[in-house]
Structures are given as C-alpha cells and as structure tokens.
C-alpha cells in the first residue's frame, strides 16, 4: 500500500520517477503524483487514476531536473483526488509519505493555531508544513528540519522530503514502514522496495527503524534518532527485472499462479531430502529453541492466516503439539495466555504488514520461547528481528491477490510441521511416506494446472451470480477460505466460506437455484460426512461445484452441478494441490467479469498501516 521512489542524480530524474511508481503499482493505490526541484523551484504534477495518467500529464509539459520524488497513494486519511495526492507542497519543501500519523490532528490544530492554512485531508501536510516552519523560522538544514519532526510523530511512516533550498539533496525517514536506498554510479535512490529501483541498481541500503537518511548523488549517510551517524549493510539483490515482467501472460496473476510448481520446488530445495527435513533450515539457533517447543502461536493476516489454519491441523495430528492461530489485528490488542515454552510463529509475505510486524514486538513482552518468521522478503523487517525465519522463494508477487506466496508458505509450513513432528515421536516410517509425498508438490501442483480448459469453461457459470458459498472439512476448510477470498477480492462477487458440516446450522438458509456451491471434496476420513452435506445442498436445488480426486461415490453429485478431478498427491500436500484450482477459478470468473485483476479495487498488496 502506497509507494516512495526519490532519486538524487546527474540526469533528469522524472522518468526514472515514473518507471519506478509503475514498478509499484501492485502495492494498490488511487492517485500518484512527482514532485522536481527545477532550477531553484518545485516542479509538481499528480493525478487521480492510474500512473499513466499522472504520466500523461507530465508528458504534456514535461520539466527538467536531478532530484526527485514520487509516490502512489493509497487513501487513508481524505478521498482519493488531486488535491489529496502526493507529493505535498509547503513552502520551499516537498514529501511524499507511506502510513499513519497517529498525532496529526493535535499538531494540524497547533500549525493551524500559528496561521498555517492546510490544502489538503492529509495527515502528511503536517509533516510538511513542521518541516518548512523549521527551514524558515528555525534556521534548520533539511536534514535537521526532518530529525526535528520526526521525533515528534506518533503511528508509523516512511518519508522522502526535498528542499528548494537544498538542490540535490533528498532526505528519508522510516518507522513501521519499509523504506531502503539504492545504490548507483553518480546517483543514488529511495524506494519502498527493491522492485522499485532494480530498473536502476541491485546494490540496496536497508534502513532499520526510526533511521534518517540523506543521499546526494555522490553520497549517503544514515543517522539515528539521535542524529549521530550509523552504518547499515550494503545487499546485493538476487531481484532482475526479468522476474517483475509479466511475460506471455494476460496478468500478473495467471502469471503468478502458473509459476507456483517452480515457486513450490524452490521453497522446498536444499531443505528436504529423501531421509527427510534437512539439518538448521530454520537457522543456526533452531536446533534448541525446536526442541524445547511444546505449543505454537501462529500469527497472520489474509491469506497468510489461511495458511496457518492449514498447519494448524498438520502440526497437531502429526507432531502432537497444541496451536493456536490468530488474525495478527486481533492479537495486538487481547491479553493473550502463553502457555510455557510456546514458539510465535509470524507468517507474511512482505515482511512488512504492520499488524503482524506489530504482533511480532508485542510478543517479546509476552514470555514466549522464541520468535519464527515465514516470509518472502529476505530484508524485511519481520525476518530481521525474528530469532528464526524460513524463506518462501516465491520470488516477486505482483498481483495484489496471493497466489504463489501462499502455496510456498504451506510448503515452508509443512517443513515446519515435519520438523517437529521428527522431534516429537512421529512413526520413522510414517515421516518418510510423508516426505516424500511432499517432494512430490511440485508436480501434483503441475498436474492440477491442467485443469485450466476446464474451469474456463465453468468460469462462465459464474458470471452472472452474486453470490456463493465454499465448503471444506478438516485441513480443506481453510482452503475454502482462501478459495472464497481470491473470488471476492478479484471478481467482486461476494463469496463465503463455511466448514461443510455448518450448513445446517444458518448457510443453508440461502441455498437456492441462484447461489452456487464449491466444495473441496479429497479422499479422506471426512468424505462420507461431507457427501452428505452437499445432498443437503441437492435437496434444496443448488448448484454444485465439487472438486474431487476420484473419490468412489461422488460421480452422482456430477446431476447437480459439475464435477472436476483433481490428483491430490496424497492427504498430506492436498490442501496446496486444491487450492490451484480454486485460484483459476477465481481468475477466470474476474477476467470475465471484466475487473482489474491485478490491482482490485479497495485493496493494496502490502498492508503497511493499521
């Protein structure tokens, strides 16, 4: 949600400023804008809509200069329109801003006290005009005008601000929201994140909480808080901008979804073998902190969450230790019970959603055995301040609607659930079937992305529906959830999901001829009692859409509905197999529908602000 790209170079920066936003745009946002010191002035265009159209706008009257900023904005505080747009202007000074201000109204009502006049709804022209106040009245170097104010700010923010005064100079700040330089020859650059400047360099500068930054083209410098100085390590980016091109497909999305056999094998490579999980993939410490784990707390947001309702059910049937899971928002503010020697578990895949980010601190109060992040970001701030982390290898996801993080995150999580299943007794025999089986994702992933033609075909079923309802039993619930998420945040039709045996007591009620039904249907203990609530489905005239894998006694539901087979690979990887073609149906039914795929509206891919 929102993006910053700010650059500070020997050419004109505005096009770089806007490759950069374009490379943000899967964040999710309303209105973008850039902001150029030119000649002693600040040169400013922003627009409502989409980057093209700020872009167009700057074509019309483009304007020269070698320091810059840009942003998306996602709206939070004021509608999305010009006026609300980023950068904002005070005086000699513009700024760009991703996140909350907690405090602005006390110090919009102290600045408007003195006479100040604000243009726009924003907390972030608050920021602005105590930034110009400090320039002009205080005598303060930009820099020092930024320390300044910051220290005062309450809630979270990433900030890049410019000076006519100060020609060539750009200065950032960051808490609770991720902001890194990049690093070039005669140039030098901020961004949200790395996609955003790979088109320029793949040497990245993480900032670590409440840092300062200032870059010249020649120069960067970070400080503390404080204001003393400080070092932070140079990376170098695996990230090409290959990976971030979506290639022969029609989205970003349908891209995202066929590359998960790739994604899956990568999360899984040099961590499994065929005697079994592999030595430290948790990290050096893991070993200690393992064994001693009697319980898990698993914290997550979305899709992210969905997955840990999944290893919920893995780590308790087969390594036999108790688990709770919880949507991050929630945790931060209950009292929770930590039951001894219980491991918290932070599943994400920017390693920067501020609720989990802000479980994660929460929970060094709490009395926990450790910290373990699973995560796609190997710089992000969750993986750097958890004591264990494993990384997903799901590579770049741009469409805002996960596809590929998730299946990667219960690859990663069924390495966890094996791990401790190893530790805590699990049948030697048992565990090697189940390793195996799990090797085995990749291809099962393959083989149900087969499926296509067929859910293209039924896609055009849905179409014409408002709603539906998703049923799953066991492990398979959760895939329901994620199932009935992917169709309403990209199509828009309103979907629900329930476990199967919950119909009867309040969704049945609005199963008619008009409402379909999607059920997960995978050999298992559970089958007999699920048939049976889809005859009650039957009964009351709905359509059904069953995936199956061959189950005997199921060709009868294919009267009501339609049938589609699905080659789990087995019960243990089922619910990551299941889940592919639940995501092309949703796919499907959206491209139909005529939506925006890749950036639904309402919604942003990194969730940065409470």
Request: with cysteine; aromatic share 6%; net charge negative.
């Amino acid at each position: 949600m929102c993006g910053i790209v700010a650059a500070a170079a020997q050419r004109d920066v505005a096009p770089l400023l806007i490759v950069g936003l374009k490379a943000l745009e899967y964040r999710g946002y309303d209105s973008s804008g850039i902001a150029v010191l030119d000649r002693g002035t600040v040169q400013r265009v922003r627009a409502k809509g989409k980057v093209r159209e700020m872009e167009a706008l700057y074509l019309a009257d483009p304007f020269p200069g070698g320091t810059g900023i840009a942003h998306t904005r996602w709206a939070t505080h004021g509608v999305p329109n010009e006026a609300n747009a980023h950068p904002h202007v005070a005086g000699r000074v513009a700024i760009v801003h991703n996140g909350i201000i907690e405090n602005y109204v006390s110090l919009r009502n102290e600045l408007q006290v003195k006479g100040h006049v604000f243009t726009s709804d924003t907390d972030t022209e608050v920021m602005a005009l105590l930034i110009e106040e400090r320039i002009a009245v205080q005598g303060m170097n930009l820099r020092e005008a930024v320390l300044t104010t910051v220290r005062e700010l309450e809630g979270a923010y990433a900030i890049a601000v410019i000076s006519r005064d100060e020609p060539g100079h750009v200065v950032g700040a960051r808490r609770g929201a991720p902001l890194l330089v990049g690093l070039g020859i005669g140039e030098n650059f901020l961004g949200s994140d790395a996609q955003a400047l790979i088109q320029v360099t793949n040497k990245m500068l993480y900032l670590d909480e409440d840092d300062v930054v200032e870059i010249t083209r020649d120069s960067v410098q970070v400080y503390g808080l404080d204001g003393a100085p400080v070092e932070r390590v140079v990376h170098e980016s695996e990230l090409s901008s290959d990976a971030v091109e979506r290639g022969e497909y029609r989205h970003y999305m349908q891209k995202e979804i066929f590359e998960q056999p790739r994604a899956v094998a990568d999360t899984l490579e040099a961590r499994i073998g065929p005697k079994g999980v592999l030595p430290n993939i948790f990290g050096i410490d893991s070993d200690a902190l393992l064994q001693r784990a009697r319980a898990l707390h698993i914290i997550a947001c979305g899709t992210s969450y969905h997955a840990g309702l999944v290893a919920k059910y893995w780590i308790e049937e087969y390594a036999r230790l108790p688990v709770s899971v919880e949507v991050a928002s929630e945790y931060r503010y209950r009292d929770a019970v930590v039951p001894l020697d219980t491991l918290f578990v932070a599943i994400s895949q920017s390693g920067e959603t501020a609720d989990t980010l802000a479980a994660l601190r929460e929970s060094r109060r709490r009395g926990y055995l450790g910290t373990l992040a699973i995560c796609n970001v190997p710089e992000s701030s969750l993986v750097r301040e958890a004591d264990l982390k494993l990384m997903t290898r799901a590579g770049p996801e741009i469409g805002v609607a996960s596809t590929k993080a998730f299946t990667t995150q219960l690859a990663g999580l069924a390495l966890l659930a094996l791990e401790l299943a190893r530790r805590n007794g699990l049948d030697p025999e048992r565990y090697a079937m189940l390793c195996a089986e799990l090797l085995h994702l990749p291809r099962a992933i393959e083989n149900a992305l087969k499926l296509e033609p067929a859910i293209i075909t039924l896609a055009a079923e849905f179409i014409h529906h408002e709603h539906a309802l998703f049923l799953g039993r066991g492990a398979h619930y959760p895939v329901a959830l994620e199932g009935s998420l992917k169709l309403k945040e990209i199509s828009y039709i309103h979907a629900e999901a329930y476990p199967a045996g919950e119909l009867k007591h309040g969704p049945l009620a609005l199963v008619d001829e008009n409402m379909p039904v999607v059920a997960v249907a995978p050999n298992g203990p559970l089958l007999d009692k699920l048939k049976s609530n889809l005859q009650e489905v039957r009964a009351r005239g709905g359509r059904l859409i069953v995936f199956a894998d061959g189950a005997a006694g199921m060709d009868d539901m294919a009267a009501y509905g339609a049938m589609l087979r699905v080659d789990s690979g087995g019960s243990f990887i089922a619910p990551a197999v299941f889940t592919v073609p639940l995501q092309l149906l949703a796919y499907h039914v959206a491209v139909l529908r005529g939506t925006d795929v890749d950036q639904p509206r309402n919604l942003a891919k990194s969730v940065t602000v409470e």
